[in-house]
């Protein structure tokens, strides 16, 4: 089956760290670009960022409010995307999501992030 | 940065009529458009991109128009499982960046 699963949410304190992973199956994972989405309780889509697949060089772009705190990585080898967040703010908190390609044609059903004291 | 407005936030309807749902950019992302219809609990789903060309297995009732900075969402006779958020979405390509708009909340009437 074509899925992607996202795990790794949780509650975490300001300022501290989580990591969020995306595991993907059912298709060729490293042929993809792949892209996280947040959406804070009772709000609209933000696009986080995203990570170009190998033969584009792997690079990554980021949303001005994330840049500096968050990285994409991903292990093809694995078909596993990642999302280390750093300095984590109240208003981080979200359900996060993984999607694939340019045209965000897949999604995972989303892992929540609360950051709260 | 480009800013996406759709209207309107609210559109109520019942089964069977037309939905006409409209996004506005600030400016043009030429045809790099997307829909995606989102229900409560659940992720988003991809119905339109570039505009006008429907995703994998989305019914033909659904529709899309457009292009430079004012784009349509048409859904020809809603069905009971259409009521729902519809969001746009846009491509831009240096520096890459992706854009959500506010969404369109289509409920029943």
């Known amino acids: 089956e074509v899925q992607l699963v996202e795990s790794g949410g949780g509650l975490v304190q300001p300022g501290r760290s989580l990591r969020l992973s995306c595991t993907a199956s059912?298709?060729?994972?490293?042929?993809?670009?792949m892209s996280w989405v947040r959406q804070a309780p009772g709000k609209g889509l933000e696009w986080v960022g995203f990570?170009?697949?190998?033969?584009?060089?792997?690079?990554?772009e980021y949303a001005a409010s994330v840049k500096g705190r968050f990285t994409i990585s991903r292990d093809d080898s694995k078909s596993i995307a990642y999302l280390q967040m750093n300095s984590l703010k109240t208003e981080d908190t979200a359900v996060y999501y993984c999607?694939?390609?340019?045209?965000?044609?897949?999604w995972g059903r989303g892992t929540l992030v609360t950051v709260s004291s | 940065e480009i800013v996406l407005t759709q209207s309107p936030a609210t559109l109520s309807l019942s089964p069977g009529e037309r939905a006409t749902l409209s996004c506005r950019a600030s400016?043009?992302?030429?045809?790099?458009l997307a829909w995606y219809q989102q229900k409560p609990g659940q992720a988003p789903r991809l119905l339109i991109y570039?505009?006008?060309n429907r995703a994998t297995g989305i019914p033909a009732r659904f529709s899309g128009s457009g292009s430079g900075t004012d784009f349509t969402l048409t859904i020809s006779s809603l069905e009971p499982e259409d009521f729902a958020v519809y969001y746009c979405?846009?491509?831009?390509?240096?520096?890459?960046?992706?854009?959500f708009g506010p969404g369109t909340k289509v409920d029943i009437k």
């Open positions: 979405q846009q491509r831009s390509n240096w520096p890459p960046r992706f854009t």
């Open positions: 059912g298709f060729t994972f490293g042929d993809y670009a």
């Open positions: 990570i170009r697949s190998k033969a584009y060089g792997g690079t990554t």
């Open positions: 999607t694939r390609g340019w045209y965000f044609d897949l």
């Open positions: 570039d505009a006008s």
């Open positions: 400016q043009s992302v030429s045809s790099y």
